[in-house]
């Protein structure tokens, strides 16, 4: 049983590019959280989602930044027009359901250049 | 305004001792908290978790205390291993929210 697969596991972008992650949650989760750490901080909630649906997208820049997971295929994280600011790695979780324990994956480190 | 706080960047403890990683909270709305390893270039990897009706919980080398009334937890390993030199992040959340609080972390060595 697979684990939560991110990828790439980094990813190089010029200012101005667009940068898309992806996360194939575990088999069986429908639950996904996307998570951003930033130097030196914690990780920070950006989204949550289920097949098809945003449950909560509170933590979310208002602009670029845009997240789905349909009903086939992974989850995808979309940053339009990175910036230099949007360098940070960024973690993808499943869970079963709601309240479960999450699984992390090992994470998309991206550099904006 | 940060909801979880680990006060201490850094611990570093020898082989054989305890190590103990701390955490304070705000919200009084928090009902679960947990307590994740990461190495680095990897993900985190869930540790040990408690519910608000409890002020301990135990897994083997690993023990969670929570202090309600000081919005408090910490986070006891004994005995300390140098395998388990990695960075610690307390979390939080609430039952009915869906997006665990994370704080700044704590890097623990421990030499041998």
């Known amino acids: 049983n697979a684990g939560v697969m991110q990828n790439p596991r980094h990813l190089v972008r010029r200012r101005g590019q667009e940068a898309r992650l992806r996360c194939s949650p575990m088999?069986?989760?429908?639950?996904v959280y996307w998570y951003r750490q930033l130097p030196e901080e914690g990780l920070k909630f950006m989204v949550y989602l289920q097949k098809e649906n945003i449950i909560d997208e509170s933590g979310m820049p208002k602009e670029r930044f845009s997240a789905e997971f349909p009903k086939e295929g992974p989850s995808i994280l979309r940053i339009q027009q990175v910036v230099r600011g949007d360098s940070a790695a960024y973690f993808c979780a499943s869970s079963q359901a709601v309240g479960d324990g999450y699984t992390f994956g090992s994470g998309t480190r991206l550099t904006v250049v | 305004d940060q909801q979880v706080k680990q006060n201490s960047p850094s611990l570093s403890v020898q082989e054989g001792r305890i190590s103990i990683l701390n955490c304070d909270y705000t919200?009084?709305?928090?009902?679960?908290f947990l307590w994740y390893k990461k190495y680095p270039a990897e993900g985190p990897t869930f540790l040990i978790s408690i519910s608000s009706i409890k002020d301990k919980n135990e897994d083997g080398r690993f023990t969670v205390f929570l202090n309600k009334s000081a919005k408090h937890l910490s986070l006891h390993i004994v005995p300390s291993q140098p395998g388990d030199s990695a960075v610690y992040f307390c979390a939080a959340a609430n039952q009915a929210g869906t997006a665990l609080i994370f704080g700044k972390g704590t890097t623990l060595s421990v030499s041998s």
């Open positions: 088999k069986g989760h429908s639950h």
């Open positions: 919200n009084s709305m928090f009902d679960y």
